[in-house]
T-cell receptor
Framework: QKEVEQDPGPLSVPEGAIVSLNCTYS??????FMWYRQYSRKGPELLMY????GNKEDGRFTAQVDKSSKYISLFIRDSQPSDSATYLC????????????FGTGTQLKVEL | GAGVSQTPSNKVTEKGKYVELRCDPI?????LYWYRQSLGQGPEFLIY????????DSGLPNDRFFAVRPEGSVSTLKIQRTERGDSAVYLC?????????????FGPGTRLLVL
């Protein structure tokens, strides 16, 4: 079993929809959580960073972490075709040198 | 400023050959990470450097893989006796430090195909 599980999709939604992306993790020592976006044939780019449990909002994006259930979510409001990409969740340990454990990634397509 | 660059962008080699993959981090970034991303998977940690030293190489799959960062800037990932299973995208990332939650900036990757 992988330490970080993520539904690979693909997920297809109409423009303007609210998108919900999720991950679960098994290592209770993970303390910080990130969402990366990866366009085809590009490297991942950081979208959201959350330390411990709680919510964080940035524009159309909201990240949620529930450490009690080991559940991570990313919500995208008013989705746009430019949001079409693979979304990767990642977890890190304090004292771990900032090395990240990634989920499989969910492929999202936002259609006109 | 310039981001993380990786060369070559694509590499095709034959089984058993030796390959070197290069990473140029963002100037001033002291931490450098290598990840491997197989098709349909997320990046998998290989090794990270803080300065010139390999601080954690626990992700290297076996002793055919080796990485260096002799002057604390450019890094080279070296793979000996390549196998078909080594085919993947090799991603490099750098961050200002290796502190908790420090943003890692990724390069575009080197696509390695072992025939």
């Amino acid at each position: 079993q992988k330490e970080v599980e993520q539904d690979p999709g693909p997920l297809s939604v109409p423009e303007g929809a609210i998108v919900s992306l999720n991950c679960t993790y098994s290592n209770s020592a993970f303390q910080y959580f990130m969402w990366y976006r990866q366009y085809s044939r590009k490297g991942p780019e950081l979208l959201m960073y959350t330390y411990s449990s709680g919510n964080k909002e940035d524009g159309r994006f909201t990240a949620q972490v529930d450490k009690s259930s080991k559940y991570i979510s990313l919500f995208i409001r008013d989705s746009q075709p430019s949001d079409s990409a693979t979304y990767l969740c990642a977890c890190g340990l304090t004292g771990g040198g900032n090395k990240l454990t990634f989920g499989t990634g969910t492929q999202l397509k936002v259609e006109l | 400023g310039a981001g993380v660059s990786q060369t070559p962008s694509n590499k095709v080699t034959e089984k058993g050959k030796y390959v070197e993959l290069r990473c140029d981090p963002i100037s001033g970034h002291t931490a450098l990470y290598w990840y491997r991303q197989s098709l349909g998977q997320g990046p998998e940690f290989l090794i990270y450097f803080q300065g010139t030293g390999a601080a954690d190489d626990s992700g290297l799959p076996n002793d055919r893989f080796f990485a260096v960062r002799p002057e604390g800037s450019v890094s080279t990932l070296k793979i000996q006796r390549t196998e078909r299973g080594d085919s993947a995208v090799y991603l490099c990332a750098s961050s200002l430090t290796s502190g908790v939650g420090e943003t890692q900036y990724f390069g575009p990757g080197t696509r390695l195909l072992v025939l």
